[in-house]
């Protein structure tokens, strides 16, 4: 069936440094999409990624999707407080129903 | 405009009981999507509704199922509780079924069994 996995499960990282996660899948997605969420709070949408090799970019976050549409990966530049919280990211596919199936997350904690 | 609203937001039941959530989505949105999120498991898809119809639905037991509304309301029931079901049930509504849809989440409704 389909997984979809994150890694890391947890970073800490001093406020300024950089952060990335990074997301697999076991088979072709047809789309994925990144979300945050706070702790104690929902998953809020941040973007969708269509495309073979797409790279989109907000702030000082940058998504890419890869080549063979398997993997994807968030970098956060800078990181500040405002960033902690939990980052999902939700791959579909022909092999999920076109159903978006979440990755395990990653906990990103941010030193002042 | 109004976003996703879950209740009750918090719940506590017994093992063997049962119980039923609510979701009621953006409006004009006709896509309801309910997931289980726990620490060691993350976000677990159980299903979607889509104009009354369940689209899809994940490998959960039988003990879950849910229903849509003609207004696009959505619910989740639970049967014959048990202590592994308590987690934070979030549901999400899109505009479409269809896959280039952002989904917005709800509050969520915090399940605890005892």
């Known amino acids: 069936g389909q997984q979809v996995m994150q890694i890391p499960q947890y970073q800490h990282v001093q406020e300024g440094e950089d952060f990335t996660t990074y997301c697999n899948s076991s088979?072709?997605?047809?789309?994925i999409q990144w979300y945050k969420q706070r702790p104690g709070g929902h998953p809020v949408f941040l973007i969708q990624l269509v495309k073979s090799g797409e790279v989109k970019k907000q702030k000082r976050l940058t998504f890419q999707f890869g080549e063979a549409k398997k993997n994807s990966s968030l970098h956060i530049t800078a990181t500040q407080t405002t960033d902690v919280g939990t980052y999902f990211c939700a791959g579909s596919g022909l092999d999920t129903g076109n159903q978006f199936y979440f990755g395990t997350g990653t906990s990103l904690t941010v030193i002042p | 405009k109004a976003g996703v609203t879950q209740t009750p937001r918090y719940l506590i039941k017994t093992r063997g009981q049962q119980v039923t959530l609510s979701c009621s989505p953006i409006?004009?949105?006709?896509?309801v999507s309910w997931y289980q999120q726990t620490p060691g498991q993350g976000l677990q898809f159980l299903f979607e509704?889509?104009?009354?119809?369940?689209?899809n639905k994940g490998n959960f037991p039988g003990r879950f199922s849910g229903r849509q509304f003609s207004n696009s309301r959505s619910e989740m029931n639970v049967s014959t509780l048990e202590l592994g079901d308590s987690a934070l049930y979030l549901c999400?509504?899109?505009?479409?079924?269809?896959?280039?849809?952002?989904?917005?989440f709800g509050q969520g409704t915090r399940l605890t069994v005892v």
């Open positions: 509704y889509f104009s009354e119809t369940q689209r």
């Open positions: 088979t072709t997605l047809s789309n």
């Open positions: 999400a509504s899109s505009l479409w079924h269809k896959l280039n849809t952002e989904a917005f």
């Open positions: 409006s004009g949105h006709r896509s």
